[in-house]
């Protein structure tokens, strides 16, 4: 789910105790490499000095599942200014109502954005739909893209040891009636990823669970960092495989070692939640997510590169990881 940025995160924080060189070798025997933008949607050349911009999607594919029945559960755009020194990791709504352009036997037409992913086939072909749709809604052309699913996320964690996570007000699983706890707690792979799925009976709905999942990308660089893996060659090779099983990257070009080490330098503390400016609304009895005019405003300075003024002035929409 959450995370392509699984690659960078974790491998971000491996960099430091393995060696870059080590640790680009083994993950490139392992990595899948697709070209998942849609032109329409891919940046002409990307500028290592910044600003960045990546797409990251979340497939809820499951072993056996075809493409038709492949949805997006998380969809996030990172953000990262010159310098490359902080990243915005912008959660876009799964139910925000969109103009989907044609694609993939798909005709065109007004759904929610997690549907352009189905609708394009799954796959390498669904994220060039879901690219194209977003490079129109908000006017980005991307450095790059990964696609993740739920098995992926799951075993990276596990082999991470858990994560710790802080549980705010109580939370019943509709999926396993599992129930979370308010209070910091460790959570395996399989716990956390529950818990990031759920939306229903949240005070704050779907725009909780966008928090949920930004707070586990944290987690699990906070982890990462923390554990010893210079010291467990084999938990480093069954950890760097995993995320590569897990994952398929498209980088617009740039060679996996240069990427990493221009993003050397990004940590945790340098990482905010941002959640898209929108509102739901009923439509007929339908509930969709509508974008507002802060919403347009967010993406222009994603544009502009100015998101650290954008968020000193939106902090109601922004989550320090």
């Known amino acids: 789910m959450l995370l392509g940025v699984g690659l960078t995160v974790l491998l971000l924080a491996t960099l430091a105790v393995v060696g870059l060189r080590v640790l680009t070798d083994r993950y490139e025997g392992t990595m899948t490499r697709a070209e998942l ?3 329409s949607a891919r ?3 990307t500028d290592l000095d910044g600003p960045l911009n990546y797409l990251l999607v979340g497939s809820d594919r499951r072993p056996g599942d075809a493409g038709s029945e492949q949805r997006t ?3 996030l755009i990172v953000h990262v200014p ?7 990791l912008v959660s876009v709504p799964r139910d925000l ?4 352009p044609p694609g993939g036997g798909y005709p065109g037409g007004e759904d929610k954005i997690n549907t352009a992913y189905e609708y394009g086939g799954g796959g390498q072909p669904g994220a060039h739909l879901l690219s194209a749709t977003l490079a129109r809604l908000t006017g980005l052309r991307f450095d790059g893209a990964a696609l993740v699913d739920f098995a992926g996320l799951r075993n990276v964690i596990d082999l991470l040891g858990g994560v710790e996570m802080c549980v705010r007000s109580e939370v019943r699983s509709i999926h396993t009636d599992r129930v979370f706890r308010p209070g910091c707690q460790r959570m395996d792979g399989a716990q956390a990823l529950d818990y990031v799925r759920q939306r229903y009976d949240l005070p704050g709905g779907d725009y909780d669970r966008q928090t949920h999942q930004q707070q586990l990308l ?8 923390e554990t010893r893996l210079r010291t467990d060659p084999v938990r480093l090779h069954r950890l760097i495989g995993a995320v590569g099983d897990s994952l398929t990257v498209d980088t617009n070009g740039v060679p996996v070692e240069d990427l990493l080490l221009a993003l050397h330098g990004l940590a945790t503390d340098g990482l905010r939640g941002v959640q898209v400016p929108s509102y739901p609304q009923m439509i007929d009895q339908v509930s969709y997510v509508r974008l507002d005019d802060e919403g347009d405003g967010l993406f222009a ?3 502009g590169s100015r998101m650290s003024d954008w968020a000193g002035a939106h902090p109601r929409w922004v989550t320090r990881l």
């Open 43 to 45: 940046a002409d050349h």
């Open 301 to 303: 300075a994603v544009r």
């Open 37 to 39: 933008l849609d032109p």
């Open 82 to 88: 010159p310098g490359l020194r902080e990243g915005y």
């Open 218 to 225: 944290g987690a699990m660089l906070e982890q990462a960092g």
């Open 73 to 75: 559960d998380t969809i």
């Open 97 to 100: 109502l969109v103009a989907i």
